[in-house]
T-cell receptor, first 113, second 115 residues
């Protein structure tokens, strides 16, 4: 049973470009969570999604960031017009039902030049 | 603002000793508590979760929860150099809460086990 998959594992963007991060949850999991880990900082919640629904986006920056989890395909975290402060590790986690333990993917390391 | 506090360390223990990691949380509505281990450059890996007051043991690891004191700890017995990592305490709000689902993490405690 494959774990949570994220791609790309490393992403380099120049300021002003767009970054798209993908997450495929574990088989049988329908809840997806995105977290960000800035250098030398802890993990911070960004958004919680179920298929076709955003449940909690209280941790998402108000501008440039969006997330989706379509009926088919992976969850996408999209960052428009990236800035250097967006450089971080972005982790996706999934759980089978609400309240269950969350399992993390390998993360995407975003570097903005 | 709901907070989770950990001593950042680093905590250094000799091989074979007991490592004790502590965590306090501010939200009394918290119901689920998790310990994750994160090696440098890697993703968090679940070690244990605990829901009820008291102790929960799994191999060399024991999680302890005291909801009255809003305190959760992780003990690692017979520490090994391979246990050297950052340990993250995470807390989840109870069902019915407005933030149910998301994990709130502490800053992490860096543990070094030296031979």
């Amino acid at each position: 049973n494959a774990g949570v998959m994220q791609n790309p594992r490393h992403l380099v963007r120049r300021r002003g470009q767009e970054a798209r991060l993908r997450c495929s949850p574990m088989k049988g999991h329908s809840h997806v969570y995105w977290y960000r880990q800035l250098p030398e900082e802890g993990l911070k919640f960004m958004v919680y999604l179920q298929k076709e629904n955003i449940i909690d986006e209280s941790g998402m920056p108000k501008e440039r960031f969006s997330a989706e989890f379509p009926k088919e395909g992976p969850s996408i975290l999209r960052i428009q017009q990236v800035v250097r402060g967006d450089s971080a590790a972005y982790f996706c986690a999934s759980s089978p039902i609400l309240g269950e333990t969350q399992y993390f993917g390998p993360g995407t390391r975003l570097l903005v030049l | 603002q709901k907070e989770v506090e950990q001593n950042s360390g680093p905590l250094s223990v000799p091989e074979g000793a007991i490592a004790s990691l502590n965590c306090t949380y501010s939200d009394r509505g918290s119901q689920s508590f998790f310990w994750y281990r994160q090696y440098s450059g890697k993703s968090p890996e679940l070690i244990m979760f605990i829901y009820s007051n008291g102790d929960k043991e799994d191999g060399r690891f024991t999680a302890q929860l005291n909801k009255a004191s809003q305190y959760v700890s992780l003990l690692i017995r017979d520490s090994q150099p391979s246990d050297s990592a950052t340990y993250l305490c995470a807390v989840k709000e109870g069902a019915g809460g407005t933030s149910y689902g998301k994990l709130t993490f502490g800053q992490g405690t860096i543990l070094t086990v030296h031979p």
